[in-house]
């Protein structure tokens, strides 16, 4: 079989993941070998399998790789994985990498579908518990955000929260941003007036990915959170104006912000897409939006196409509102979930506290939390 693919799998794909001592580091699983280091052409001279095994001599230079059939199988082709050695697949149609940044790995939500039972946790729970922690960080993965009620009500508690997940990213601003009416005049945050849901630091390249909002007084009156799901949003505009969609995901804009201690600046899509064309992230903010650069026909056709998609997030089944109170914390994805509030009475009563970390870290998180309870389960079964 010289030559043919095995599982579907071409030889040169096989020769890269060759998981020999030779070529990978068994015990971080790096790579040793880089693909100028391969022959070129790469062959498959021989493969024969036992029981679970595989055994692949590779040409020109005889090298020799033995894979696991299970391990194999994830990335077949076709029908192969079932049929061996020799069978000739076929590739499925929309045959991709997998990414859970897109919206292929998220529930997208109306406020109908999410608002009688959005994620809600609970932090003395999420401290105690790897069961309750990872189903707060796995909502927030899922559904881009969830509400921890009874953080303590002290500065910087939030940032006890967040280092329980990963590393605070700080800015010019520090760690920790306090929000309250006439703090920081004359931007809209720090003001008693409605936020319509936005992207929140669009001008930083790369974004803030994970906000987290802690409450330690909520308004008298008003001041409640305004949630929508910008993947969604995106998804209906693409289906109901796929023009609109094309203009916004395949133009770029810059958003800036320049202030005594920062001048910042990013150029991106407003709809960021990954070469699929899957949603990947949403970049939404008219406050810090610059003048377009471009032809007057392509100026009217952005702008038309921005309007369309203000209005269909500002849908009335989009937005989730819910009044934050003292002590809960909103854990949300900011590539993902636009924010926004309503106007408050209470204006000098409502007291906020923010900062980030990174969704990496996140998922990282929740992966290390999953793999312990498997291999905890795996012992205790073996026992």
Not at 277 to 288: K, S
């Amino acid at each position: 079989m010289t030559g043919r693919a095995l599982f579907g799998l071409p030889p040169i794909w096989l020769r890269v993941n060759c998981p020999c001592v030779n070529c990978r580091d068994s015990r971080t699983g790096e790579r040793l070998v880089s693909i100028t280091d391969l022959p070129d052409p790469v062959t498959v001279i021989s493969a024969r399998r036992s029981g679970d095994r595989v055994e692949v001599v590779f040409g020109p230079d005889g090298h020799r790789a033995v894979f696991d059939v299970a391990w194999l199988s994830q990335f077949a082709i076709g029908d192969e994985a079932a049929a061996g050695p020799g069978a000739t697949p076929s590739p499925p149609s929309g045959w991709r990498e997998e990414d859970e940044r897109t919206e292929d790995s998220k529930r997208l939500w109306s406020a109908k579908e999410i608002g009688p039972a959005f994620p809600q946790g609970s932090w003395p729970l999420f401290r105690a518990e790897a069961a309750h922690r990872q189903a707060c960080l796995a909502a927030v993965l899922r559904d881009g955000f969830v509400v921890l009620s009874d953080v303590p009500r002290e500065s910087g508690a939030v940032l006890t929260v967040a280092q329980s997940i990963g590393f605070v990213r700080e800015t010019e601003c520090g760690a920790l941003v306090d929000v309250h009416a006439g703090a920081r005049p004359p931007n809209q945050v720090f003001t008693s007036r409605a936020v319509p849901p936005r992207t929140a630091q669009p001008f930083r390249d790369p974004l803030p990915t994970v906000e987290f909002v802690h409450c330690l007084h909520e308004a008298a009156g008003g001041g409640e959170s305004v949630l929508v799901d910008g993947f969604r949003a995106a998804a209906a505009l693409r289906a109901r104006d796929p023009a609109a969609f094309a203009v916004l995901s395949g133009s770029e804009v810059t958003f800036a912000y320049a202030g005594a201690r920062a001048e910042l600046r990013a150029t991106r899509p407003v709809i960021g897409v990954d070469p699929h064309g899957r949603i990947r992230e949403i970049r939404l903010n008219h406050t810090y939006m610059q003048p377009l650069r471009r032809p007057p026909a392509e100026s009217v056709s952005f702008y038309a196409a921005y309007r369309t998609f203000a209005k269909t997030i500002g849908w009335p089944d989009q937005a989730l509102t819910f009044l934050l109170r003292r002590g809960d914390c909103l854990i949300l994805d900011n590539t993902r979930i636009l924010t926004g509030r309503t106007g408050s009475a209470g204006a000098d009563q409502r007291h906020l506290q923010l900062c980030w970390t990174d969704l990496d870290r996140l998922a990282s998180t929740l992966a290390l939390i999953r793999r312990s309870r498997h291999n905890g389960r795996l012992r205790g079964f073996s026992r």
